[in-house]
């Protein structure tokens, strides 16, 4: 749900904690691709884009997607060397520090 072109902090929530989920009911080995802290009182970022496609092999510190704020923009890199099997948050959508970006097996 979008209200006023920002989304909805509640919305946000229950999507980074359906996300967990999901990504928790995958295979033992799977790896979870983490929006970091970005800095002080910095709570959400917005995907920008996505560097790598689900099936692509991705190497440690591989540059995966750039979020945004209003204030700058980071890269994510690969915490782990495999197979990006999943996007959670896809481009253009804002995810709180700490949801689930994404997955690796």
């Given amino acids: 749900?979008?209200?006023?072109?920002?989304?909805?902090?509640?919305y946000l929530?229950?999507?980074?904690?359906?996300?967990?989920?999901?990504?928790?009911?995958?295979?033992?080995?799977?790896?979870?691709?983490?929006?970091?802290?970005?800095?002080?009182?910095i709570t959400k970022a917005t995907i920008a884009c996505w560097h790598a496609k689900v099936g692509d092999s991705l190497q440690e510190g591989q540059e995966v997607c750039e979020a945004v704020t209003d204030k700058a923009s980071f890269i994510i890199e690969a915490p782990i060397a495999g197979k990006l099997k999943s996007i959670?948050?896809?481009?253009?959508q804002e995810a709180f520090v700490?949801?689930?970006?994404?997955?690796?097996?």
């Fill in 98 to 105: 700490g949801c689930v970006l994404g997955t690796i097996e």
């Fill in 13 to 41: 929530s229950v999507q980074c904690e359906r996300n967990r989920k999901v990504a928790a009911g995958g295979s033992e080995f799977m790896t979870e691709i983490i929006l970091p802290e970005l800095g002080e009182g």
């Fill in 88 to 92: 959670s948050i896809i481009d253009g």
């Fill in 1 to 10: 749900m979008i209200l006023h072109g920002r989304m909805n902090s509640r």
